[in-house]
């Protein structure tokens, strides 16, 4: 597997120091790129259509059906002049991978970048909205869970000038199994999301522990979007107020507020289910 691409071999080398930078969130954020490894992430960018940057092979290191499918498609990539390929011995791959069990394949990715107008879905399409989420595990959960449900999108409000959720931090790719690149995501500003549902007729829904409503009570068969806010704080001011719902998860123990992931989970099958019986 020598075709399409160089060699390096040393840990020193700029290339691979300028991956192992990409660890921290301001040099992501300054050249607008992460890092996905791993056979099953790396199939499913490859799968739609992800060109990336730079991609590198460790030889020795793939070995199973799917690692060596995305090799393959990699080296003619290259092969295409459509990105750089490096092959690096086990080594310098340990050096970059930020996990063991990479398959030996590792791809310097150009963030995601979709707009709210670039959305398409279904007639009664289906939100999650995920304000400040802290933990890249629980945003890649919720990524998952989304993929499984029939999410139509995710939307992540930023706002103007602050850094907000990390999105692209490599442990959401790893945490979302891939389904990073099967959601379309979007990130804007809270009041430009707002607009954009209240154009379209997409009733917001808030959780918050506040609500009288319990989840399970409201009508959430409609075109309508799920608000979740953070663990700690729960949704801030601008997101409860232009709700015209407000719900809330029955809670029996001590415990004030559940894991992120798991809260949104049950708000996401709540109306799959509703979904379902009203087709029926």
């Not at 050249?31 to 259509?49: D, K, Q, Y």
């Not at 092969?79 to 791809?107: I, N």
């Not at 029939?150 to 000038?161: K, N, Q, T």
């Not at 719902?245 to 799959?272: C, K, W």
Request: charged letters at 20%; aromatic letters at 4%.
């Amino acid at each position: 597997m020598s075709k399409g691409g160089s060699s390096i071999t040393s840990p020193t080398n700029p290339h691979i120091k300028a991956v192992v930078r990409l660890s921290e969130r301001q040099e992501r954020d300054e050249r607008r790129r992460t890092v996905v490894e791993g056979a099953r992430e790396i199939g499913l960018a490859l799968g739609r259509g992800v060109v990336p940057v730079e991609a590198y092979v460790c030889p020795e290191l793939v070995a199973g059906p799917a690692a060596e499918r995305a090799a393959r498609h990699l080296v003619d990539m290259a092969t295409a002049g459509l990105t750089e390929l490096f092959y690096v011995t086990p080594p310098v791959f340990a050096k970059m991978a930020y996990r063991g069990g990479s398959d030996g394949l590792l791809l310097v990715l150009p963030y995601r970048r979709r707009r709210l107008d670039e959305l398409t879905f279904r007639a009664a399409p289906f939100l999650v909205v995920v304000e400040e989420a802290e933990k890249p595990g629980n945003l890649g959960a919720i990524l998952r869970t989304a993929d499984a449900a029939g999410v139509d999108a995710l939307l992540v409000p930023a706002a103007p000038g602050q850094a907000g959720t990390d999105l692209h931090n490599p442990n959401v790719i790893r945490a979302s199994l891939g389904a990073y690149f099967t959601v379309p995501v979007v990130v804007a500003p809270a009041e430009e999301i707002l607009a954009w549902l209240r154009a379209r007729g997409i009733a917001l829904v808030a959780t918050t522990p506040a609500a009288e409503t319990l989840y399970t009570a409201a009508d959430l068969s409609g075109a309508l979007a799920v608000a979740m806010g953070s663990e700690a704080r729960g949704l801030s001011e601008t997101w409860l107020a232009a709700a015209g719902v407000r719900v809330r998860i029955p809670m029996a123990g001590q415990v004030d507020s559940l894991n992120l992931s798991a809260a949104t989970a049950l708000l996401v099958y709540e109306v799959v289910r509703q979904r379902g019986a009203h087709s029926r």
